[in-house]
């Protein structure tokens, strides 16, 4: 049965029903460079299995966001190897130092946990991506370990209305630290491929370099963020000592000799 599906020849008609896609479409791809021509029969042409696999992919990427040009670069760029082109939207779409995923919660389910039904608090946690909205009114929790997270500091006493504020703000610095490493990537490897006019024989490096990208980031970020939060520690409370001493209305300001014993 294998080798039958993989022999398997399919005129245009039969083809978009098998994607999924009009007829008009596939021929608009194979105008733009996207799709092989079909082997020709007579006067009909044949699609097989690594047509099938091209659409399938350029519907997937098209539904990430890919405009059909830079599709076209992209398989151009890994010598028409739909694997490959696979292989770098999947490293591109990886979470970073995190292999969790979204977890699919309703507004009862929010309310519950939040203790809260306010309305601009579920728009504030749209707005820093606690939370994505589904095309059917669905919700996603982005990641369930900050959410887990968050309801240690609510045991703190801390409000989710702080969180979210605190979430904000650390997505900014976040988004700062994404571009820097974008850039590092886009300078020290993208670039010098881009120049060699993107040789196909390059490619799988370039996806390589991706993926160790990953764990590299993530872990430099957080070995520099346990240094500053430690340094900003101790600077902090030593700033309140010096303060809880320097001050006369305090107990602590007291030097414990003159202090009275019961």
Do not use: C
Not at 208 to 224: C, T
Request: glycine fraction near 8%; charge should be negative; avoid cysteine.
């Amino acid at each position: 049965m294998a080798d039958d599906a993989d022999d398997e020849q399919l005129t245009i008609d039969e083809l978009a029903r098998r994607i999924g896609m009009t007829v008009r479409n596939i021929r608009a791809h194979q105008s733009r460079g996207l799709l092989p021509a079909p082997e020709v029969r007579g006067r009909t042409g044949y699609y097989g299995p690594d047509h099938v696999a091209r659409l399938e992919l350029i519907k997937e990427l098209q539904a990430d966001g890919f405009n059909l040009d830079l599709i076209r670069r992209l398989l151009d760029g890994a010598g028409g190897s739909s694997r490959e082109v696979l292989r770098f939207k999947q490293a591109l779409g990886r979470p970073f130092g995190s292999d969790e995923q979204p977890r699919e919660v309703n507004l009862l389910e929010l309310a519950e946990e939040w203790g809260t039904t306010d309305v601009e608090l579920l728009e504030k946690s749209l707005e820093v991506g606690l939370l994505r909205q589904r095309e059917d009114g669905s919700f996603e929790q982005m990641s369930p370990r900050l959410a887990a997270h968050g309801r240690e500091l609510a045991k703190l006493g801390i409000p989710l209305e702080r969180q979210l504020d605190v979430i904000g703000r650390v997505r900014e610095h976040a988004d700062a630290i994404a571009a820097t490493y974008v850039e590092l990537f886009l300078q020290a490897v993208w670039a010098p491929f881009e120049a060699a006019g993107q040789p196909p024989q390059r490619w799988p490096e370039v996806q390589e370099a991706l993926e160790r990208l990953h764990p590299l980031a993530a872990e430099s970020v957080v070995a520099v963020f346990g240094l500053a939060m430690g340094q900003a520690v101790e600077r902090e409370f030593g700033r309140q000592v010096a303060r809880l001493w320097s001050d006369p209305g305090s107990d602590a300001a007291e030097p414990a000799a003159e202090r009275s014993t019961p």
